[in-house]
């Protein structure tokens, strides 16, 4: 306990469970409904429950655009700005030209003071900004609050904010799968934005990339179940991950003991922990349990069945990921390649019929640091019983960007139409 206790995401899981649940040792996908009928939802809490009553209740479909028209640009705060997520964060809002008033960036008590360089855009001039301690008071009176710390801090300083007329895009995990609370990835769903009470939740970062991949496909041939397999990067565990597998990687090339780890439950360097989360009654992680309830959410595919197995692996930045996809009705894989050749947010890279270098499929380094999914390896699936509705492919994007931050911009520039 004392090892799974060091792994900082096991202690986000942990947070997440600090309410106790509705009915203890419910399994998280398991319905409730016997006992909780009206609220029912994976993962429900008490607190949960009654701050969905409470968003049912606020005007629904606020937009951010009067606000703009009016003053030309937003008080827009990053929570969590020192991180993985909130410093890419600033860059997409620097890069995207989003239209500011100013820009607060929040961290924790150990931050506090301290200066972060803002790139500047057209709205916002370029330079120094100064770390708050993220409170309810530092929030006061902002437009628009992009979310980007642990569960806790989500519970603790959102819903008060909302109440005070704020709107909020999260990252954490803690509201996703409120029904109040829409899901959104902008290529899949943008149209539910319009049913937020003030809170608009960021799927997983691993939810993301795989479904920006499939829907084009879904969209033509229906989707009956997956199976999908994770490769996600040391950054998923924030700045945190990073600094551990690169202080590991340097130990080892120095030919120095490995520093005991910290962020992740055992040594990254040179290996693979097929962990992410804390695990279930039935052997499931809570990040393997994302991509089904967050799917179903995300593609309104309530019946949609996913078998998942995540691991975490050696790599800085970008998750990959092997999809198998069981489909209502057939679709061919050059059929496959053409929907995604077009498709928004995707680039088909597709070509394990040529020599090297022209041998192309998706892979970490080539995806990092910008907003696309690459597909590739598109086949049949021979082991499906009709193969005709069964395919595979593989996937890969930059989980702080297109799974995190740019996702999140994304979608707050939904709110300024
Ligand atoms: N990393 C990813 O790929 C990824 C992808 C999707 C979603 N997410 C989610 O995004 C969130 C941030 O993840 P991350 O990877 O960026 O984590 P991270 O690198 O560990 O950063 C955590 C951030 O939270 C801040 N923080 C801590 N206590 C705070 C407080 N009381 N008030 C305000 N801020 C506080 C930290 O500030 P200090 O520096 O001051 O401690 C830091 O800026 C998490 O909910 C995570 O699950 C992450």
């Not at 120095?254 to 290996?271: H, I, K």
């Not at 949609?304 to 679709?331: F, I, K, Y």
Request: aromatic letters at 4%; glycine letters at 8%; charged letters at 25%.
């Amino acid at each position: 306990m004392a090892e799974m206790e060091r792994d900082r995401e096991l202690e986000n899981a942990a947070r997440t469970m600090r309410t106790a649940p509705v009915a203890a040792g419910v399994a998280p996908d398991e319905p409730i409904s016997e006992l909780e009928p009206p609220s029912a939802f994976p993962g429900a809490t008490k607190e949960l429950i009654e701050l969905n009553a409470e968003l049912a209740k606020l005007p629904k479909g606020g937009t951010l655009a009067a606000k703009v028209a009016e003053r030309g640009g937003l008080d827009v705060a990053v929570v969590g700005a020192t991180g993985a997520v909130g410093r890419q964060m600033i860059d997409c809002l620097a890069e995207r030209n989003f239209p500011l008033t100013r820009l607060r960036v929040l961290g924790s008590a150990r931050t506090a003071g301290q200066s972060l360089p803002w790139p500047g855009n057209a709205s916002l001039a370029a330079g120094d900004l100064t770390l708050a301690e993220g409170t309810a008071e530092a929030l006061e009176g902002v437009d628009l609050i992009l979310g980007a710390a642990a569960n806790d801090i989500a519970m603790e300083l959102y819903p008060r904010a909302v109440r005070e007329g704020a709107i909020v895009v999260d990252n954490s995990s803690a509201f996703r799968l409120v029904p109040e609370v829409p899901l959104v990835v902008p290529e899949i769903n943008a149209a539910d934005v319009a049913e937020s009470h003030g809170i608009i939740a960021n799927p997983n970062c691993a939810t993301i990339i795989c479904l920006v991949a499939v829907w084009p496909l879904v969209q033509k041939a229906g989707l009956r179940s997956m199976v999908v397999s994770t490769y996600q990067a040391a950054s998923g565990a924030g700045r945190r991950g990073m600094e551990e597998l690169v202080a590991q990687e340097a130990a080892l090339a120095l030919g120095e003991p490995v520093p005991a780890p910290s962020a992740f439950a055992y040594q990254l360097a040179l290996n693979l922990i097929p962990q992410i989360g804390g695990f279930d009654g039935r052997g499931y992680t809570s990040e393997e349990m994302k991509l089904q309830n967050e799917g179903r959410k995300i593609m309104h595919l309530p019946k949609l069945r996913v078998g998942c197995t995540c691991v975490r692996v050696p790599v800085m930045r970008s998750h990959a990921e092997s999809v198998t996809l069981r489909l209502e009705r057939p679709l061919t894989p050059s059929e496959a390649r053409e929907l995604l050749r077009d498709a928004p947010g995707v680039r088909l890279v597709d070509e394990p019929a040529a020599e090297p270098p022209a041998r192309r499929y998706p892979m970490p380094l080539d995806t990092s640091d910008q907003d696309l999914v690459y597909v590739g390896r598109i086949r049949e699936d021979l082991a499906a019983e009709d193969p005709s509705r069964g395919l595979e492919l593989w996937c890969c994007g930059d989980q702080i960007r297109k799974g995190a931050a740019s996702n999140t911009v994304q979608i707050a520039e939904l709110l300024l139409r």
